[in-house]
C-alpha cells in the first residue's frame, strides 16, 4: 500500500553532519493525517533488535517533536509536495552510528503522534556509520 524509502546514510568522522531522506509512495489517503517518523536500531536487553524513536513530524499540522537524546542535535523536516521527510543530523558521534529507518502511522493525531508512535509502514533503513 504505501512504500517508504531511506536515503542520505553513509560513513563520516566525529562532529560531521548527515541529512537522511524519506520518501513516501504508494496509496496514500489523507496524507495530512500521517504521523511520520525516524526511529534507529538499538539491541534490548535480550539483544533482540528494537528500534527507538528519533524524531516525528505530524503532516497536517508540521509539528516536530524530539526524542531526548536527539534535542539539539537533530531536526526533523518535511517536504508536503514531494512527499519526503527529512533528519538533518549535526556534531555526529559513535554513538550514533546504526541503521535508522522511516516510519508512518496514518490516521493519527498531533497528540498521538511522537518518536514512541508505533508505525503501520517501515522503509528498508539506511546505514549511519560514524568513525573516530
Known amino acids: 500500500q504505501v512504500r517508504l524509502e531511506e536515503s542520505g546514510g553513509g560513513s563520516v568522522q566525529t562532529g560531521g553532519s548527515l541529512r537522511l531522506a524519506c520518501k513516501a509512495s504508494?496509496?496514500?489517503?489523507?496524507?495530512?493525517?500521517?504521523?511520520m517518523a525516524w526511529f534507529r536500531k538499538v539491541p534490548d536487553y535480550e539483544h533482540k533488535e528494537v528500534r527507538e524513536g528519533v524524531a516525528s513530524f505530524y503532516v497536517g499540522l508540521g509539528t516536530p517533536k524530539y526524542a531526548d537524546f536527539a534535542e539539539g542535535r537533530f531536526t526533523i523536516s518535511h517536504d508536503y509536495d514531494k512527499k519526503t521527510l527529512y533528519l538533518e543530523m549535526n556534531n555526529l558521534e559513535p554513538e550514533d552510528s546504526t541503521m535508522y529507518y522511516c516510519?508512518?502511522?496514518?490516521?493519527?493525531?498531533?497528540?498521538?503522534?511522537?518518536?514512541?508512535?508505533?508505525?503501520?509502514?517501515w522503509g528498508q533503513g539506511t546505514q549511519v556509520t560514524v568513525s573516530s
Open positions: 504508494g496509496s496514500i489517503s489523507t496524507y495530512g493525517r500521517y504521523c
Open positions: 516510519g508512518a502511522l496514518p490516521f493519527s493525531y498531533d497528540d498521538l503522534c511522537g518518536p514512541d508512535m508505533k508505525p503501520n509502514y
